[in-house]
């Protein structure tokens, strides 16, 4: 069995996607008054990290980036038991009153996002919370929707969307993971060749959002 | 961490102890929230068993458990029915039976809480066991030091006064030595239990092997003991005062608090002959004007409030590894 990856979005697909999703945030708030971009652990930070950076170009306003790690609100922690992979979360300044976008790599069950709301409401009552993503690959299990989306991509239950992030990976793409020849495969089992959530919980490999319930 | 019980730190490996501080920070940074509450442990139960006065380490395990949303339920001696002659093992297991996923334990004798742990499903924290252990006051001690001066290799640590009845102090050389610091103990020579530096270097010896243990380099991860307080401030990063255990001086183990005090005192001349920018520390609570001067207690390079702080950071960060370490998969 091979893991077999289709490109689904090279370096300038991702430029362009995030250049795109700047300008939306921007014309969507008139401006970059009162921004406040919160990243999720972990690919969602660099994206986010990116995003300010556009919008600083295009605007000249420094807008603030703050980091979640919402492992400790997730719902599937009585199953999976507590992960010993906990981040420090750091907000940049009062969230209350200000308009938080949620920037994360891959939208999926909608679970991640859904503990990441809660994680975001433990630092103040912001005026509205949006959300931007790289990728949506669908299959929603909660009723969430992205405000910004990089690429819409439908995708089948057993296959993986990996993105890959410069900072965290050493490239900047986005490939869509399925298994050749196509078998039964249980959601959240991997196949050889396909880099699993201990290995890039330590950082060295890229992220693979297949499983349900992954952050 | 894959761990059911925490009852010393013998046994945890520099990266273990990493772990639990970088579990820690993200707790210490929940907790400058406006909302400290999150809800990881709901559901879960965790009985606090005291069987000996304590404030802080109560307060701090019953502040970390609510924090993470558990139910917290504190057992005294007292009122319960250890009055009426029931066995420890009985009782706790008359606990487990009335739900508890955690136990945290404080006990006059040394070994109760691996007594218990053995008999329990659920996981057993050691809050203290007669002169024996402390863990999680060295793991927040470990924790305040990280914070303020980073690395720990090569770190002097001076642990002074009356190492003899100090389960803090023998925590804590098991936890800066696996860190890769310098452990000196100073006291007077009635306090200070003898053979101590080998019984640790043998101790070490037969948990990791001959061998470099984690990056740590042997010669580092040492404990060295000196009479002399003036001598051992010398070059240090840490000073850490223990308290005089009055209530266990019954041996005259020492002519009288006066002349420990001159010799063993933490006054602000000896704080002067350490490192610019050494900590000075205290597991409390402190006998002021005895083992620590009250301007040391207070001054700038004093860490004991902060150490309070962090208690209850350390204590969140292994409550929620252990919730996590036998039942669920960690993923």
């Known amino acids: 069995m091979v893991a077999a990856e289709r490109p689904i979005l090279d370096a300038d697909g991702v430029r362009r996607a995030l250049t795109r999703i700047a300008h939306e945030i921007l014309e969507r708030h008139q401006g970059a008054e009162g921004l ?118 439908p995708t089948a239950q057993g296959e993986q969307v990996a993105v890959r992030v410069q900072e965290i990976d050493g490239r900047d793409e986005v490939v869509l993971v399925h298994q050749e020849p196509a078998s039964v495969q249980a959601p959240g089992v991997q196949a050889p060749g396909v880099q699993t959530q201990e290995a890039h919980s330590r950082g060295t490999h890229s992220r693979v959002a297949g499983q349900p319930g992954e952050p | 961490m894959r761990r059911k019980d925490v009852l010393d730190l013998d046994d945890f490996s520099a990266e273990e102890l990493h772990e639990v501080m970088e579990t820690a920070e993200a707790m210490r940074e929940v907790l400058s929230r406006p909302i400290k509450r999150v809800p990881p442990l709901r559901g879960k139960t965790i009985v606090n068993c005291f069987y000996e006065a304590s404030t802080r380490t109560r307060v701090s395990f019953e502040l970390a458990g609510k924090n993470l949303s558990a139910d917290v339920v504190n057992v005294g001696a007292s009122g319960s029915s250890v009055e009426k002659g029931e066995s420890l093992v009985d009782t706790t297991r008359t606990l487990q039976a009335l739900g508890a996923d955690m136990v945290v334990m ?149 002519p009288s608090l006066r002349e420990y005090s001159r010799l063993y005192g933490l006054t602000q001349e000896r704080v002067a002959r350490a490192k610019f920018g050494a900590l000075v520390m205290h597991p409390g609570p402190m006998n002021e004007g005895i083992e620590i001067m009250p301007e040391v207690a207070y001054g700038a390079q004093s860490v004991i409030e902060e150490q309070v702080t962090n208690g209850v950071a350390v204590r969140m960060a292994l409550l929620y590894l252990l919730a996590g370490g036998h039942g669920g998969r960690a993923v």
């Open chain 2, 106 to 254: 404080r006990h006059p004798h040394a070994g109760a809480p691996y007594l218990v742990a053995r008999e329990l499903s659920a996981a057993v924290i050691n809050a203290g066991d007669g002169w024996h252990a402390h863990p999680t006051q060295a793991l927040l001690d470990l924790f305040t030091v990280r914070d303020r001066l980073g690395s720990l290799e090569g770190r002097k640590v001076v642990i002074i006064g009356d190492v003899l009845h100090s389960r803090v102090a023998r925590s804590n050389i098991w936890a800066f030595t696996t860190m890769g610091a310098q452990v000196v103990l100073c006291g007077p020579p009635t306090l200070i239990p003898a053979g101590i530096e080998t019984a640790v270097a043998e101790g070490r010896r037969r948990r990791w092997g001959d061998g470099i243990q984690s990056g740590v380099q042997k010669e580092h991860a040492a404990v060295k003991v000196q009479y002399d307080l003036d001598k051992a401030c010398q070059d240090a990063d840490v000073l850490m005062a223990l308290r005089i255990q009055k209530e266990r001086q019954a041996g005259a183990l020492f």
């Open chain 1, 36 to 153: 406040l971009l919160a990243g999720l652990r972990r690919r969602g930070v660099p994206l986010a990290e990116r995003l300010a950076a556009l919008i600083q170009q295009f605007e000249g306003v420094a807008v603030p980036v703050g980091e979640l790690d919402v492992t400790m609100f997730r719902d599937d922690l009585q199953t999976r038991g507590t992960r010993s992979s906990l981040q420090r979360s750091s907000m940049p300044q009062d969230v209350t009153e200000a308009r938080v976008v949620l920037v994360d790599d891959v939208l999926y069950t909608g679970r991640t996002v859904r503990a990441a709301l809660e994680a975001i409401l433990s630092y103040g009552r912001p005026q509205q919370i949006q959300l931007a993503v790289l990728v949506d690959r669908g299959h929603r299990e909660l009723p969430i929707r992205a405000d910004y989306v990089g690429k819409n991509l």
